[in-house]
Structure formats: structure tokens, C-alpha cells
DNA sequence: CTAGACTTCAAACGATTGTTTGAAACGGAA
DNA sequence: TTCCGTTTCAAACAATCGTTTGAAGTCTAG
């Protein structure tokens, strides 16, 4: 895709990079390898983004804009009913996110960039993401410390922390599990979004 | 630490290269910061390791292979035993961990270094840790299998698979939650593993 | 004291990094 | 067609990368 000449400079730079940046991280990735996919001009990722740090939050927010509004728009739907579960407020968290890495269009990448995003201690973009999307995970938050009352403030989000956590290295598939040889993707991501879900209420729970 | 005069070079190396990993990875990393850090000659590092690659195996070494005795001596401690949970189990796993992140000598950083390797996709390191040090997991997971007989062989992986990736996420300190500001980094860290041993086994009883 | 192995050092190697430049090519409006 | 803003291009910039070299320094065994 990246290469595809249909889709214009900066959507293939955006579509190579996240890939590359899925490999080989965001340091040891560079312009040059980059602009080789994307089959285009080294200089077009400076004169389209500005410079690599532009460009490597770009990849973000192509992906975390649509992430986020959709995730909160499942939250919505659900919050309002009081027979909301566990079950279902995880559901609304990590469906938009199975939905993005199933996309024909790269998506399945991106999680394992979001992942790295983590481990880099890159106070710039952690600062980046915080900023701009950290509103998502307060609301979600607030919905599960109404859930689960019996918890105090500091123990929830003890739990909370280790629920991200999970989600997050289980959804950039750094685990162990490989897809078995006659299941498809999806199936395989299906299958690995309803054990998140279940161990993670459990947890949540306990 | 690492520029500590009275450590040898191969020791001070492995100590800034350790710090430098962790913060900025191990391709961000040069070794012209790791040997200014350490207060050694540049051409140190491949006088004493041959290479980089290999300076980065041999920072893993340095640890997993004490790490990895330890976590198996105190499996072996409770295995015999058949009054062994789910709890005690996951305390032999994450104690010695626990406990090289409290040593003063810069053992607090590792895990982090270790969270990383899993970040990174590179399939040569993946290797190295899985023929050297992956027989550990192994043999965990025969304990767990014990203790969890009414989960599949399918079904108990998967939930392996989780509670690895937030045992790794959480001791990385990759989550949200900072060391509140009257609490010693002990206790902090003592609450955390406390908390992720709460979480996990419900999750893998669930 | 000397011989010889071990370790450290400054300097340089070619390769690769992100970024900048100015000209060439492109494409729709007048 | 002529014009002009937008985009692409090859080439070069200084800086930094991992690695190698050969000499200088250090230390112990004989």
C-alpha cells in the first residue's frame, strides 16, 4: 500500500512510516528507508511534515483522531443505561481498537507503534499523546469507578493501570501466541480481544 | 554508578549501557554516549565485547541469569508442595524481579531494558532470550497448568500470554501511575507487585 | 630489572543520519 | 500559450554512527 501510487506523497510517507516505525522503532527507522517504500523523494518528507519528529506525531494522529472518537462515541451509547457491565465498558474500549487493527489499510500496525510509543521514555511524546487524547481514558475512568464503588480512588486506578497495560501489549501482539496455521486474522484477533476482555473484568473485579 | 572509578570498565560499560538502553533504546543508544557515561575510552567497548550487539546480549545476561535462578529456586521451593495457589505461584515469578528492581546497584532500570527487547521486533534478540532464558517460562507454565486443570491448553496460553504482558508492562513502570511524592520507591514498588499478583490470579481463574 | 601479555588511548575509517538548497517538473487559471 | 503556485528532484550539508588501527601505557611473572 505504501507504494501504491494512487494514494498521494503524503499518505504513502504516512502509510511507510508507520510500518517502519512498527519494525524497527522510531529512532532506528530512517527518512531514507522511509521515503525508499514510500517510493518517493527524500526531501518530500521535510517539505510535506516539516521534520521527522512532525511526521512521526503525524502517524499518530491519523490513526488516534478516529480511535478516539470512536471509542468514546461506544462509551456514550453504553454510559447512559445503568445495566451497563464490565464486560461491555472494556468491549467499547478495545472493539474500536480490533476494528482499527483488522483495516485493510495498514491499520494493523499501528497498535505495535502505539506500544513503542510506551516503552520510548520520550517525554515529548508521551507529553504529545497525554495532551491530546488523555481525555479518553478520564472518561472511561470516571465510567468504571462507577462501576465498581467498592473500590476507593488509589486502588482503581492501581487497576486501571495494570487493565492498560495488558491491553496494550496484548493488542501490539507482543505476546508469545502465534496465529494458528488454518485461522484467519481476524479470527485470531477476535479470538484475543474476548480473553482480554474476560481476564481483564476479572481483575478489574477481584 | 556507571562512571564510578573503583568498578572495572567491562562492570562501568554495562552499568551506562544498561541506564542508556532503557531511556533511549538500544538503537538511540551510540556508544560514544554509553563510553562517555561510563568515563571509558570509546574503543573500549569493542576491546572488552567484540560489538555492540554483543555489549547488548551481555546486558542481558548479566541479569536474566541470576534472575532466572531465582525465580526458578523459589518455584522449586513451593512446586512439591500441594498446598501451592495461584498467588504463591506468581510470587515466586515477580518477587526476584521485585527485588533486582530495589538493588542500589542500578538493577532498577533493567526491567525496563527488558520490556524493551519485547518492544523491539528484532528476531535476533527475540531468539537469544527465548533459547537462553525461555526453559523459565516453560516451566512456570507447567506449574500453572497444574493449579488451573480446568483450562485448556488453549485457553490457559492465552491467559499466560496476558498476564506476562502486564507483569511486563507494570514492572517496566511504563503505566501512568507516579511514586506519590511521601512514598519511598520500596514501598511503591512493593504496592505494585502486591497489586499485580491481586489482579493476575483472578484473571487466570476467572 | 626486564619481557610480555593485557588494557587504554587518540585518531581516523567509510557509511549513514536529518536537514537544506536551488533548479526542474507539474498542473490549473488567465 | 503564458503564468504562477505547488510539488518533486538530485545533490550536497555538517554531524554522528560503529568499527578499526597502531602506538602508548600498565601490570605481573620470571
Chains 1, 2 share one sequence.
Do not use: C
Request: proline share 2%.
Amino acid at each position: 500500500m505504501p507504494d501504491n501510487p494512487q494514494f498521494s506523497t503524503r499518505q504513502r510517507i504516512l502509510g511507510a512510516a508507520e510500518e517502519l516505525f512498527a519494525e524497527r522503532g522510531f529512532a532506528a527507522a530512517s527518512l531514507r528507508q522511509v521515503t525508499a517504500a514510500a517510493k518517493v523523494n527524500l526531501a518530500a518528507v521535510n517539505y510535506h511534515f516539516g521534520s521527522k519528529n512532525n511526521l512521526i506525531e503525524e502517524v499518530f494522529r491519523r490513526r488516534l483522531d478516529e480511535l478516539s472518537r470512536r471509542r468514546l462515541e461506544r462509551l456514550a451509547a453504553i454510559a447512559k443505561s445503568d445495566t451497563t457491565t464490565l464486560e461491555s465498558l472494556l468491549d467499547a474500549f478495545i472493539t474500536p481498537a480490533l476494528e482499527l487493527s483488522l483495516d485493510r489499510e495498514g491499520g494493523s500496525v499501528f497498535m505495535r507503534v502505539l506500544a513503542r510509543a510506551f516503552a520510548e521514555h520520550n517525554s515529548n511524546l508521551r507529553k504529545f499523546l497525554s495532551d491530546n487524547y488523555g481525555y479518553v481514558l478520564k472518561d472511561f475512568a470516571v465510567a468504571f469507578a462507577r462501576l465498581l464503588p467498592q473500590l476507593d480512588k488509589e486502588e482503581l486506578y492501581w487497576r486501571l493501570d495494570i487493565a492498560v497495560g495488558a491491553l496494550t501489549y496484548a493488542m501490539a501482539d507482543f505476546g508469545m501466541i502465534k496465529r494458528r496455521s488454518g485461522e484467519s486474522e481476524r479470527t485470531h484477533r477476535e479470538q484475543m480481544a474476548k480473553h482480554l476482555i474476560h481476564f481483564t473484568a476479572a481483575g478489574l473485579r477481584a
